[in-house]
């Protein structure tokens, strides 16, 4: 049986260093915002051959269009500016065709109003929450005691900012948009960081009831761990090579949306055994 508890210290360096180059992303670089969450029109064009970004911005600054992203991926023009109407999108597309000798396919054409966009915002906070609440609610009464709820629950905020503060990195650096897939994805997270967490508490908890009373939590929990360690491992590691292969493999639509799972899924396995269950022997230790 390894002796887990003994190397807190550095699941503690681990868990600051990650998130702390994260947040320090977040808050110098932050995001770049799908229009799910600011409004506007998104366009996608499959051209004939790579055009000068700079030539479709004089397109869009004789239009009085407010640009909020504008890049090309080889043959692939991705423009987004604030909400337009349908004869304005139509002369942004004349006018790539003009310095696009007429060859341009519509990939993507998308507007959301800012009243929408807000709603969205909202009803992503609020989803998050009622996830948190149930976890406590439903964890408090299955092991009938809060700590593991609680322990449960801090881990799930770690899982949380590591994703947050790793995906303002990709947005930074990559262009990753924060949108309704990204949130998708950190839900997901969430909920397969509890499902881990669970498993190993439910060990503890059935060891606690037949130890005696002079057996440690930190030996219980380092039993537990050991006993759940392969199933973990076996458990993430399926869903960490499908990931890998869309990742590799899937289209540019979804790359981001699997690149935040993928960070979901090694932060979650991760998280279990060494935030978790280290938090869940600090509490115990402090209610005695």
């Known amino acids: 049986?390894?002796?887990f508890h003994k190397y807190i210290w550095l699941y503690i360096t681990i868990s600051l260093i990650v998130i702390g180059s994260g947040m320090f992303s977040l808050f110098r670089f932050g995001y770049r915002y799908s229009i799910d969450f600011t409004g506007g029109s998104t366009m996608s064009y499959k051209l004939k051959k790579p055009v000068e970004t700079k030539a479709v911005e004089k397109i869009l600054t004789s239009m009085k269009l407010k640009v909020v992203h504008l890049s090309t991926q080889g043959t692939i023009l991705n423009i987004q500016t604030n909400a337009l109407t349908d004869d304005q999108e139509k002369k942004i597309q004349d006018g790539v065709k003009k310095i696009n000798s007429n060859e341009v396919q519509t990939l993507r054409y998308e507007t959301v109003g800012p009243t929408l966009g807000k709603e969205t915002g909202q009803k992503t906070v609020i989803a998050a929450l009622l996830a948190i609440c149930g976890i406590l609610i439903y964890m408090s009464f299955s092991f009938k005691g809060f700590n593991f709820a609680l322990?449960?629950?801090?881990?799930m905020a770690h899982d949380?900012?590591?994703l947050l503060g790793t995906y303002s990195l990709l947005s930074y650096f990559f262009g990753a948009e924060f949108d309704l897939m990204f949130v998708t994805a950190l839900l997901t997270t969430m909920s397969f960081s509890v499902h881990d967490t669970i498993v190993i508490f439910d060990k503890i908890r059935e060891y606690l009831k037949s130890s005696k009373s002079n057996v440690s939590i930190e030996e219980?929990?380092?039993?537990?761990?050991?006993?759940?360690?392969?199933?973990s491992?076996?458990?993430?590691?399926?869903?960490?090579?499908m990931l890998s292969?869309?990742?590799l493999m899937g289209g540019g639509t979804i790359r981001f949306f699997i690149a935040a799972l993928w960070i979901g899924t090694v932060t979650?396995?991760?998280s279990s055994p060494f935030v978790a269950t280290p938090l869940l022997i600090l509490l115990e230790k402090r209610k005695k």
């Open 233 to 241: 491992i076996n458990n993430s590691l399926t869903i960490f090579f």
């Open 151 to 155: 322990a449960a629950v801090l881990a």
């Open 1 to 3: 049986m390894i002796r």
């Open 220 to 231: 219980l929990s380092d039993k537990a761990v050991s006993e759940t360690m392969v199933r």
């Open 268 to 270: 979650g396995a991760y």
């Open 245 to 247: 292969a869309l990742l």
């Open 160 to 162: 949380f900012f590591v």
